[in-house]
């Protein structure tokens, strides 16, 4: 495969085509595609309220500032677990194997699904950080960036786990709490250094923290995110052989 095969227009316009009937077909990715964005535009839109409420019922102030780096997280896990579920199908059917054969091949063809998923998952991190985020334009777009690796990584994860994609819908509950672990970076302890390895974790490092110096904090959630794709990219060619 050479990238000039990979990078003609029509032929990813072609596979672009054939991911958007794949999902058409299958109603769970039709739904959590259509549905993507529902949560950030209810959090725009109900803030304020969101904010009183909590600050009645539960004396918790700016209780949205804690909720946004979920609802950042969350469209590219959908985004992930799409072409996840996507690539775990063209395994098991065989289309993965038989792509070997083609102009494109296997990893080029891996390249563009992870190319578009990250692609669309900077893009729609970057609206919601711009609509939710009161931050700097720097700060926004790398956080965009780690947020699509994310989605590549949640899509890496599930085809190196997942057997099949009754397997990918169980693990792809679990691989969900990621959206979680941004928060620990608001515990006091110093023990929530721990979850540093976790990619999702410098979300919240970056949003709430203030401790690690800023270039530094830049610098090791780029590090952390690179190698735990590199980990994953080849622990999902392994699995897929």
């Not at 990715?29 to 019922?57: E, F, G, H, K, V």
């Not at 792509?99 to 080029?108: A, D, F, H, K």
Request: charged share 10%; net charge positive.
């Amino acid at each position: 495969m050479s990238a000039y095969n990979l990078l003609k227009l029509p032929r990813l316009r072609m596979l672009f085509r054939a991911d958007v009937y794949n999902i058409r077909r299958d109603p769970i990715m039709s739904l959590a595609l259509a549905t993507i964005m529902l949560l950030p535009a209810a959090l725009w839109l109900w803030r304020s309220q969101l904010d009183s409420y909590a600050l009645n019922a539960f004396d918790i102030a700016g209780f949205s500032n804690y909720v946004v780096s979920f609802v950042l997280l969350m469209p590219p896990i959908l985004l992930g677990w799409v072409t996840g579920m996507l690539l775990l199908e063209d395994r098991d059917d065989g289309p993965l194997l038989a792509l070997e054969v083609t102009p494109i091949g296997r990893n080029g063809f891996l390249i563009y699904r992870a190319g578009i998923t990250a692609l669309l998952s900077f893009i729609v991190a970057l609206l919601i950080a711009i609509a939710l985020l009161n931050e700097p334009l720097l700060l926004k777009l790398f956080l965009a960036v780690l947020v699509a690796l994310q989605a590549v990584m949640f899509t890496f994860a599930l085809l190196s786990l997942a057997g099949n994609k009754v397997e990918g819908l169980a693990i792809s509950k679990i691989l969900n709490i990621a959206a979680l672990i941004p928060l620990i970076a608001l515990a006091p302890s110093a023990f929530r250094y721990l979850a540093t390895i976790i990619p999702s974790y410098w979300i919240g490092e970056l949003l709430y923290s203030n401790v690690i110096p800023a270039a530094l904090r830049y610098l090791l959630a780029m590090l952390v995110h690179l190698l735990v794709l590199f980990f994953l990219y080849r622990l999902m060619l392994k699995r897929i052989g």
